[in-house]
């Protein structure tokens, strides 16, 4: 029998599928920013309401190292975290903004190899909110999707007419297997 699953080995499965997840929406991310050579652009925002990449990664690092710091035992909302400080346009260049990001995907990656398949229940809290440690994983694979899209929005606004796409380009169907 194909691809036959035994049902106790749903959870780690499930672990390794989601950081696998996390891994692809980080290089997507990584694949954007690197198309933005004038560091001066990284603070660039549509609007006064929007998040230029530098804010939206300053966030993300600052939600992951507050999440994910002793995930287990504490809650998910530190109180040494500032998080309006996050919305502050203070990265001034690539390698300060390389910096910030890979320090919280560092925490969050760790953090989440470490889990096992029989802490998937577990409560955790955010915010004083009691979650399953598999509500909290889908609640940050939500937000940080959403993030790492935005990321990638600004950066093709930024590049417009020399924007690589990350993916396959339209009107590039790829070719269809017989299959």
Same mark, same amino acid.
Do not use: C
């Given at each position: 029998?194909?691809?036959?699953?035994?049902?106790?080995?749903?959870?780690?499965?499930?672990?390794?599928?989601?950081?696998?997840?996390?891994?692809?929406l980080?290089?997507s991310?990584e694949?954007?920013?690197a198309?933005?050579?004038d560091?001066?652009?990284?603070?660039?925002? !549509?609007?006064?309401?929007?998040?230029? /990449?530098?804010v939206?990664?300053? =966030?993300?690092s #600052?939600n992951?190292?507050?999440?994910?710091?002793?995930?287990?035992?504490?809650?998910?909302?530190?109180?040494?975290?500032?998080?309006?400080?996050?919305?502050?346009?203070t990265?001034?260049s690539?390698?300060?903004l390389?910096?910030?990001?890979?320090?919280?995907?560092d925490?969050f990656l760790?953090?989440?190899s470490e889990?096992?398949?029989?802490?998937?229940?577990r409560?955790?809290?955010i915010r004083q909110? !009691?979650?399953?440690?598999?509500?909290? /994983?889908?609640?940050?694979l939500? =937000?940080?999707s #959403?993030?790492?899209g935005?990321i990638?929005?600004v950066?093709?606004?930024?590049?417009?007419d020399a924007?690589?796409?990350?993916?396959?380009?339209?009107?590039?169907?790829?070719?269809?297997?017989?299959?």
């Open positions: 029998m194909e691809n036959q699953v035994n049902i106790q080995n749903v959870p780690s499965l499930y672990l390794q599928n989601v950081i696998a997840n996390f891994k692809e980080k290089q991310a694949k954007a920013m198309q933005i050579s560091e001066t652009k990284l603070n660039w925002a !549509p609007n006064e309401e929007s998040n230029s /990449i530098a939206i990664v300053k =966030h993300l #600052g992951m190292i507050s999440r994910w710091t002793d995930f287990l035992t504490t809650d998910g909302e530190k109180p040494d975290r500032d998080r309006d400080g996050e919305f502050e346009g990265i001034h690539k390698e300060e390389l910096d910030v990001w890979n320090r919280g995907w925490v760790h953090s989440l889990l096992k398949g029989e802490d998937l229940l409560t955790v809290y909110q !009691p979650h399953s440690v598999l509500e909290a /994983i889908q609640r940050q939500s =937000h940080y #959403g993030h790492v935005q990638i929005y950066a093709k606004m930024i590049q417009d924007w690589q796409t990350l993916t396959i380009p339209r009107r590039k169907t790829p070719p269809q297997s017989d299959v």
